[in-house]
């Protein structure tokens, strides 16, 4: 019997099969989920999101710019679509919902945060912190209860991290975000958790200045002495999206082998 199964959820934010989204979508289908759906952007959908789909018996794959507020209810409208249910709404259809995407200019991951464009600042915002709002207020026509609902931060969002600049603000907003939606939500049956992952390979990370350097120095300062694994982020996805974690909502869970719990990064000696 699987942690998931019967369970449907509708991951938004798969690039490629090193995206985050992609190992938490596989981990969903390998414990047991019944049905994982897909919202990327369209550019990417027939090339690299739908084989993926295809991979885990998945063919529901809409397309979705999380900046416009048409394109996420026709992810919504769709997935109600699909699973009318006695209702003929879609209403209590979807039990996991992840938000795994993010973007900012690629200047703006460089050099100093207080250069940040206030064009740059608001693309930052919209896309990786309001879109969790904007996409959550559409789902709850379709969220069951229970639900879960989760999304990716990163410590930059309460620390000074080189480099990250305006996604760490962002960030900052998507953690508080979380709370919020926590608290609006969770008289509905709906949890929503954020996971804070240590730095991990994917196509995202690569437009942030100095990654490389960081990824490499990771493993040797955090207590647990390894890299960050899009598997690693997807066993507590999968913890966070199961009744197991029943009475968890609003919090931020790390996935970064102990990093965060140091004052001071040290290699030792
Ligand atoms: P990824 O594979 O590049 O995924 C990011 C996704 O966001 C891409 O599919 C991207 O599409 C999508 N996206 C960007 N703008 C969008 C928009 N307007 N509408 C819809 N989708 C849009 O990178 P990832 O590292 O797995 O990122 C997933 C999440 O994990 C992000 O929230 C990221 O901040 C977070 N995270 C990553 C790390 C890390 O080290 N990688 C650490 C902690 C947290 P395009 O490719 O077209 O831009």
């Known amino acids: 019997m699987g942690l998931l199964d019967g369970k449907r959820a509708l991951v938004f934010g798969v690039a490629n099969d090193h995206s985050i989204a992609w190992g938490i979508a596989k981990a969903l289908h390998d414990h047991g989920a019944a049905e994982v759906g897909f919202s990327s952007v369209e550019m990417l959908l027939e090339k690299r999101v739908r084989p993926l789909a295809a991979s885990i018996g998945s063919d529901f794959v809409e397309?979705?710019?999380?900046?416009?507020?048409?394109?996420?209810?026709?992810?919504?409208?769709?997935w109600a679509a699909r699973h009318p249910g006695e209702s003929g709404t879609g209403?209590?259809?979807l039990d996991i919902l992840v938000h795994a995407l993010a973007f900012a200019n690629r200047e703006d991951l460089d050099g100093k945060f207080v250069e940040t464009s206030r064009d740059g600042f608001a693309l930052a915002m919209d896309v990786s912190a309001y879109s969790l709002v904007a996409i959550v207020r559409e789902a709850r026509r379709v969220l069951a209860s229970p639900s879960s609902v989760m999304c990716l931060t990163y410590y930059g969002a309460e620390k000074v991290v080189q480099h990250y600049n305006v996604m760490g603000v962002a960030k900052a907003a998507l953690e508080?975000?979380?709370r919020y939606l926590a608290?609006?939500?969770?008289?509905?049956?709906?949890?929503?958790?954020?996971?804070?992952?240590?730095?991990?390979?994917?196509?995202a990370a690569s437009?942030?200045?100095g990654f490389k350097q960081m990824y490499g120095a990771f493993r040797d300062v955090a207590p647990l002495r390894s890299n960050i694994t899009i598997e690693d982020v997807a066993g507590t996805a999968v913890w966070l999206?199961?009744?197991?974690?029943?009475?968890?909502t609003g919090e931020t869970v790390y996935v970064d082998g102990g990093f965060n719990i140091l004052g001071v990064p040290t290699v030792e000696g």
Do not use: K, M, Y
Request: charged share 20%.
């Open 176 to 178: 508080a975000s979380t």
């Open 183 to 203: 608290a609006d939500l969770g008289s509905s049956g709906v949890r929503v958790n954020a996971i804070s992952a240590g730095p991990v390979r994917t196509l």
């Open 207 to 209: 437009g942030v200045s």
């Open 241 to 248: 999206a199961s009744d197991l974690s029943r009475q968890v």
């Open 91 to 93: 209403a209590g259809s």
């Open 63 to 78: 397309p979705c710019d999380v900046r416009v507020d048409a394109d996420v209810a026709r992810v919504f409208d769709a």
